[in-house]
T-cell receptor
């Protein structure tokens, strides 16, 4: 139990669907992140939120839309995805977004398949 | 460039063997940190260790040990007397600060370790 919970664990969606991924942390962390893990590629940072404000968008297509309603919850809204968006989406949190010496805690991820 | 290279894509060993996972990094920073994470089949990344560039002492935690060598820009990870439960993908990571001022983990591609009974 890492303290970061992601739901759902698995999701299959069609290219015309709209779905949302949810992430929750109760570690008292101020920063939350979305990472994407595709087959045969390194983990890639997608978004960073600090105190509910989006501070980084790592050139992610607009079909991915994050939302952070409070410091404990982070969503990733998905619409009109492509099959190449199939991947494991990992949420993480850390104490502060600007500190390099504190580790990020990761959730178990949502395995997304776009058909 | 800020980069992490894990040249070993997959390693397979028999239980009780020792195994070393290699990590080579590139950074322009004079002060930096390095992490190792473990990703079991369940998916989450589990933090294993943090090392700062000031401290080149090797670290041991049970069956795990880490060898940090600044001269070769390497931060290798050894599992002694491996067990089936050690089977996972292991990632070496370099935290950096992005242009936007946020921490970002630069990961290697990972090494998949399979420990066979």
């Amino acid at each position: 139990e890492t303290g970061v919970t992601q739901t759902p664990r698995h999701l299959v969606m069609g290219m015309t669907n709209k779905k949302s991924l949810k992430c929750e942390q109760h570690l008292g962390h101020n920063a939350m992140y979305w990472y994407k893990q595709s087959a045969k590629k390194p983990l890639e940072l997608m978004f960073v939120y600090s105190l509910e404000e989006r501070v980084e968008n790592n050139s992610v297509p607009s079909r991915f839309s994050p939302e952070c309603p409070n410091s404990s919850h982070l969503f990733l809204h998905l619409h009109t995805l492509q099959p190449e968006d199939s991947a494991l989406y990992l949420c993480a949190s850390s104490l502060q977004r600007t500190r390099l010496n504190t580790e990020a805690f990761f959730g178990q991820g949502t395995r997304l398949t776009v058909v | 460039a800020q980069k992490v290279t894990q040249a070993q894509t997959e390693i397979s060993v028999v239980e009780k063997e020792d195994v070393t996972l290699d990590c080579v990094y590139e950074t322009r920073d004079t002060t930096y940190y390095l992490f190792w994470y473990k990703q079991p089949p369940s998916g989450e990344l589990v933090f294993l260790i943090r090392r700062n560039s000031f401290d080149e002492q090797n670290e041991i935690s049970g069956r795990y040990s880490w060898n940090f060598q600044k001269s070769t820009s390497s931060f290798n990870f050894t599992i002694t007397a491996s067990q089936v439960v050690d089977s996972a993908v292991y990632f070496c990571a370099l935290p950096i600060i992005t242009q936007g001022g946020s921490e970002k983990l630069v990961f290697g591609k990972g090494t998949k370790l399979t420990v066979n009974p």
